[in-house]
Antibody, heavy 119, light 107 residues
Framework: QVSLKESGPGILQPFQTLSLTCSFS??????????VGWIRQTSGKGLEYLAT???????YFNPSLNSRLTVSKDTSNNQAFLKITSVDTADTGTYYC???????????WGPGTMVTVSS | DIQMTQSPASLSASLEEIVTITCQAS??????LSWYQQKPGKSPQLLIH???SLADGVPSRFSGSRSGTQYSLKINRLQVEDTGIYYC?????????FGGGTKLELK
């Protein structure tokens, strides 16, 4: 069955780079029309779409954070990665990785990882 | 960006009652609309995709419908385990956007 799990630093300081890893099983990013999406949940903006990386290395980003976001994947090891540069307190929240399927919706979600930005 | 206006923001209903939550899209999104349920401390779980299709394992008392750019999630015969926060998501056009959520409680 499909499962995903996020991992990250927990706490970081303003202006640092947030690096998150999504480790998944039950599907492959080597399979056509599969993707991994990143979504966060903050007290200020609710659920917010961040980015998706697809099996063919195509990438979509939320333009509101576009210049700060990087997504990548390691297909062989069933992992996907998200980096957000120059974080501030508004980036505090829970970050989820999800499976994006052929119809572009998110059908499986990880449990989420909490990220706190604080000096 | 496509705006998804979800209503109501909160809702209190009785057991066995019929509940309806709506999302209004700011433009045509076809059937690229999904619904999620989130329990406290948990990640959102898919209920409905493609506006009207029930996700695997979801009870049949949940259903989705569409009228133009308005989408509805209906819960027939509300159960205790249906409390939580419900979100819609449009996945027609990037950036995908969520509705603001509906908090459903038991009366």
């Amino acid at each position: 069955q499909v499962s995903l799990k996020e991992s990250g630093p927990g706490i970081l300081q303003p202006f640092q780079t947030l690096s998150l890893t999504c480790s998944f099983s039950g599907f492959s990013l080597g399979t056509s029309n599969m993707g991994v999406g990143w979504i966060r949940q903050t007290s200020g903006k609710g659920l917010e779409y961040l980015a998706t990386i697809w099996w063919d290395d195509d990438k979509y980003f939320n333009p509101s954070l576009n210049s700060r976001l990087t997504v990548s994947k390691d297909t062989s090891n069933n992992q996907a990665f998200l980096k957000i540069t120059s974080v501030d307190t508004a980036d505090t929240g829970t970050y989820y990785c999800t499976r994006a399927n052929w119809d572009w919706y998110f059908d499986f979600w990880g449990p989420g990882t909490m990220v706190t930005v604080s000096s | 960006d496509i705006q998804m206006t979800q209503s109501p923001a909160s809702l209190s209903a009785s057991l066995e009652e019929i509940v309806t939550i709506t999302c209004q899209a700011s433009q045509d999104i076809g059937n690229y609309l999904s619904w999620y349920q989130q329990k406290p401390g948990k990640s959102p779980q898919l209920l409905i995709h493609s506006a009207t299709s029930l996700a695997d394992g979801v009870p049949s008392r949940f259903s989705g419908s569409r009228s133009g750019t308005q989408y509805s999630l209906k819960i027939n015969r509300l159960q205790v385990e249906d409390t939580g926060i419900y979100y819609c998501l449009q996945h027609y056009s990037a950036p995908w956007t969520f509705g603001g959520g509906t908090k459903l409680e038991l009366k």
